[in-house]
T-cell receptor, first 115, second 114 residues
């Protein structure tokens, strides 16, 4: 069965410093992985997705993630945090068995960005 | 292109009542999924509808039911509401049910059960 574990429930960074949000996955086959962001009182927005093409995936707003099969990881990074990046981030694996596609979410990482 | 919309935005019900939540999918999308997001947690998959049929279901009791209409809009119905049903309910649409397809989320309906 597929699952994801987000290793940090809260991450706090200063504006202009790098961001690292960690995610490990478990999957019995080559997974489709996503990162979604949720700003307060707003819906979930897709940041990026990995679907077995390039292992380094670039997303919106300067975010990127690297798929590492040997480490079963899919960490999200950004070189320089902006105040507007403060939000909840979810690592997600797609479970496509049985003819339907459900997304399995991690518990989320709350990113705080300080001036 | 109109995104995924949901109504109402907020709802307050009492225990034992029934509720219907509505979702309009993004133009051209024939697949709708529903998720429940309890406070402080990640969303959990309730079920998915494809071409007006339920084609997948998560670990939710039968009092959670749904419909999909010919225009691909969808409803989520919850009977015999319990306090633990208080959550943000998210609807997502996608082009097809295929693995790896992006799901586009609506803003959600916040349900409070008293």
């Amino acid at each position: 069965a597929q699952s994801v574990t987000q290793l940090d429930s809260h991450v706090s960074v200063s504006e202009g410093t790098p961001v690292l949000l960690r995610c490990n996955y478990s999957s019995s086959y080559s997974p489709s992985l996503f990162w979604y962001v949720q700003h307060p009182n707003k819906g979930l927005q897709l940041l990026l997705k990995y679907t077995s093409a390039a292992t380094l995936v670039k997303g919106i707003n300067g975010f990127e993630a690297e798929f590492k099969k040997s480490e079963t990881s899919f960490h999200l990074t950004k070189p320089s945090a902006h105040m507007s990046d403060a939000a909840e981030y979810f690592c997600v694996v797609s479970s496509g068995t049985g003819g339907y596609n459900k997304l399995i979410f991690g518990a989320g990482t709350r990113l705080a960005v300080h001036p | 292109e109109t995104g995924v919309t949901q109504s109402p935005t907020h709802l307050i019900k009492t225990r034992g009542q029934q509720v219907t939540l509505r979702c309009s999918s993004q133009s051209g999308h024939n697949t709708v999924s529903w998720y429940q997001q309890a406070l402080g947690q990640g969303p959990q998959f309730i079920f998915q509808y494809y071409r007006e049929e339920e084609n997948g279901r998560g670990n939710f009791p039968p009092r959670f039911s749904g419909l999909q209409f010919p225009n691909y809009s969808s409803e989520l119905n919850v009977n015999a509401l319990e306090l633990d049903d208080s959550a943000l309910y998210l609807c997502a649409s996608s082009l097809t049910p295929g693995d790896g397809n992006e799901q586009f989320f609506g803003p959600g309906t916040r349900l409070t059960v008293l």
